[in-house]
Every structure is written in structure tokens, then in C-alpha cells.
């Protein structure tokens, strides 16, 4: 039995040489969290953890790294349940009276904790690849195939015209994607609209339109937005709605367009994205394994989005959830890839060997675990 050792963070930041803007927020860097974890027998598997502060994630890490100490790194379920364990009360937990420390997490750190989780499950998941010499897509009994990505970019560069997006968008078309996505909601609808449709233009009939509105708008300026960019031939409408609304109303917006719902790479577990998924609101789901709770919170809600009838499409990093989307042929709909170096310098700068992207799909190697290798030069060049 391999046993957890040992526990390292590896925080990574790359200052991008021009300010990007979402629709909410300002991204000044590329940044990365990566968690290596040996065992007692040598096996070492890295994870990874897109969140921030980093180094308060880091910290959370550490903690939990002095729960785990020991335990089987191959039950990644049983790792996973004690880490979750300790963002809940338990019966004399307080100050650890009942004699098992630590005592519970603050709820305060919970949006800290699950990245946290998250970096750790992962690089188990690595581990269980390695220690059975086998990809994590085996592992989980699936077929090698290609798998379709698609490019995102079109970040807001402040006082830049409409072209620069449209150039952008349409050089991505040009160097292989079939489909690309474009950062929305952070001007007027009537402005947005134009700009999805100087997009739409530029980068011809037959390419997949996805539009990443990051929470910009409440259900009537949502649905008008709908309605605005629907002659654009709009694949899907991503995370469209406030933070704050719920399933019930993601509903509303739904029956109001018949353009696809794309959510969930902002939810901390599968029990919220259960309620989005039942709710019959979205069509796509974007759980992200590196952002909250890791690789085995990722499969239990493929398995659910799959009885649904819903799709998964995870955000981000192919070289992970590509091996999720390996598992479910009937339900995998796509990765997402960063279609720009400049914006994503980490992604596309990080690795000595990881997945192949050509002409619009992923293709995963046949290496044990995840099946990236790290350029550890690059991390030590580039660390926080």
C-alpha cells in the first residue's frame, strides 16, 4: 500500500504584458497552484488549483496535508470524505474537545479549503494512475478517442474597437478550432450585440459560437441579451446570470431563449450543481475539478449531469478533465483550451509533454496517471 509522505505547494504567477478584463474582474496575471504528493514508496502525482490568494490556499493545504499523513493514496474516496469532513461541525468538535484535531474548518475559509481539496485529490488521482501504470482514463474504463475543444479568448482590453476581438477570435479559427468562445456582458446589450456580431463575421457561418458572460446580468436584461444576440447563431450562453441567482431562475431565462445555458465551474460541490442540473435550466455543465473539491467531486457529478441528460463540458485544463470526459461517451461534449499564449502563458508554457491539440481536438497519451510531465526549470523560474 502506497501511503501519503509528503505534501508540497507550488504557486506559479506570470504577469501578462497587457491588463485583460472579464465582465466582473481585472487579471493582471496567469497564475497556478501545483501540488505534488509523494508516498512512502516513491510514487510522486501532481495536482492542480486555479483559486486565489495563493498563498492562503497554500496554508489550507499544509493543514490538510497534516490530517492525511499516512493514508492510503490510492482510496482517493476515503481521502477525500476526511478532508471534506472537517468544512462541517461534528459532535464535540469545538477546540477539538472530542480528542481528534483539527477541529473544524471556519466557514470563512471554505472558498479557500475546496481548492485546497482540490489540488490534493488530483495529484492522488495521478498517483492511483501510477501506481496501477495505467492513464486515469483506463482507470475509469474508458476507450481512447479524440475529444473536442474549443478556444477561448476575446478578453476585454480596455478602449480597444471591436476588430481586435474579431481578429483575435478569427485566428483561432484560422490555426485549427471549429469552435471558439468570447468574453461577454461587461457593456451595454446593445453594444454587446454588436460586437458578438462583428465576431460572428469575422470568423464565418460554420464555427460554434460560445459567448462567457461571467454573472453580468439579472433575468430581464439577461433574456433581452438573449434576444439581442440570438441572430449571432449563439451556441451557448455561459454562467449568464448574478452570482447570487439560483437554479429557479436560470429556469426563467431558459424557457425564454432557445439558446443553450452553460454553468458551474463557479460551484464548491455537487450538491449545488445537483440543483442546476435537476432544475432542467442547463444544458452544459462546467464543473472544474482545479477549482473546487478535485477529481472525485468531478466524476460524481459527470455521473449525475449523465442521468439528466445533460452534457458535461469542464472548464479548463484538457490535460486533467480530458480523462473525465474519456469516461462518458455518451454525455462528454468538450474541453476547453486557451487559444492565446499571451493570456495563458502557464497552460501553454507549463509542460515538457502533456495532451496534443490539432485541428479542434484533444488527444490524450497513453502515460500513467494524468500523462503531463511538468518543466520544474519553468515552475522554479516562475514561482510566486
Not at 443553450?260 to 472544474?288: C, K, M, N, W
Request: charged share 25%; net charge neutral.
Amino acid at each position: 500500500m502506497s501511503k501519503i509522505a509528503e505534501i508540497k505547494t507550488h504557486p506559479i504567477s506570470i504577469p501578462l504584458k497587457q491588463t485583460l478584463w472579464t465582465a466582473h474582474e481585472e487579471l493582471k496575471d496567469s497564475s497556478v497552484i501545483l501540488v505534488e504528493v509523494r508516498t512512502d514508496d516513491g510514487i510522486t502525482g501532481v495536482g492542480q488549483i486555479h483559486g486565489s490568494p495563493q498563498k492562503g490556499i497554500c496554508e489550507w493545504v499544509a493543514r490538510l496535508a497534516a490530517v492525511i499523513k499516512g493514508m492510503d493514496a490510492t482510496a482517493t474516496v476515503a481521502v477525500w470524505e476526511k478532508m471534506f469532513s472537517l468544512t462541517s461541525p461534528r459532535p464535540n468538535g469545538m477546540g477539538g474537545r472530542d480528542g481528534l484535531m483539527p477541529a473544524p474548518f471556519p466557514r470563512s475559509a471554505r472558498s479557500q479549503v475546496m481548492p485546497a481539496i482540490a489540488g490534493i485529490d488530483i495529484a492522488l488521482w495521478d498517483i492511483r494512475g501510477k501506481a496501477a501504470r495505467l492513464p486515469v482514463y483506463k482507470l475509469l474504463g474508458a476507450e481512447k478517442r479524440p475529444l473536442f475543444t474549443y478556444a477561448t479568448g476575446g478578453y476585454y482590453r480596455l478602449g480597444e474597437p471591436n476588430k481586435v476581438y474579431a481578429d483575435e477570435l478569427a485566428s483561432f479559427v484560422k490555426a485549427g478550432f471549429k469552435a471558439v468562445k468570447l468574453k461577454t456582458g461587461g457593456f451595454a446589450v446593445k453594444d454587446e450585440a454588436k460586437r458578438v456580431a462583428e465576431v460572428r463575421a469575422a470568423i464565418g457561418k460554420d464555427t460554434l459560437l460560445k459567448l462567457d458572460m461571467n454573472a453580468p446580468y439579472d433575468i430581464d436584461d439577461c433574456i433581452a441579451f438573449a434576444r439581442a444576440v440570438e441572430p449571432s447563431n449563439i451556441f451557448w450562453l455561459e454562467e449568464p446570470l448574478h452570482w447570487y441567482l439560483q437554479p429557479a431562475d436560470f429556469v426563467r431565462v431558459a424557457q425564454a431563449t432557445h439558446i443553450p445555458l452553460a454553468h458551474g465551474e463557479r460551484e464548491l460541490t455537487r450538491f449545488t450543481v445537483r440543483d442546476f442540473i435537476a432544475s432542467g435550466a442547463i444544458r452544459y455543465v462546467q464543473f472544474d475539478s482545479t477549482r473546487y473539491a478535485g477529481f472525485t467531486e468531478a466524476l460524481r457529478v459527470a455521473q449525475l449531469a449523465e442521468q439528466h441528460g445533460v452534457m458535461i463540458a469542464p472548464h479548463t485544463v484538457p490535460e486533467i478533465h480530458g480523462h473525465l470526459l474519456m469516461a462518458f461517451p455518451r454525455c462528454g461534449y468538450a474541453v476547453e483550451s486557451h487559444g492565446d499564449a499571451e493570456r495563458d502563458p502557464i497552460s501553454h508554457h507549463l509542460y515538457t509533454e502533456h495532451v496534443d491539440t490539432r485541428d479542434s481536438y484533444v488527444y490524450l497519451n497513453d502515460k500513467p496517471g494524468f500523462g503531463f510531465e511538468v518543466d520544474w526549470k519553468f515552475v522554479e523560474k516562475n514561482r510566486a
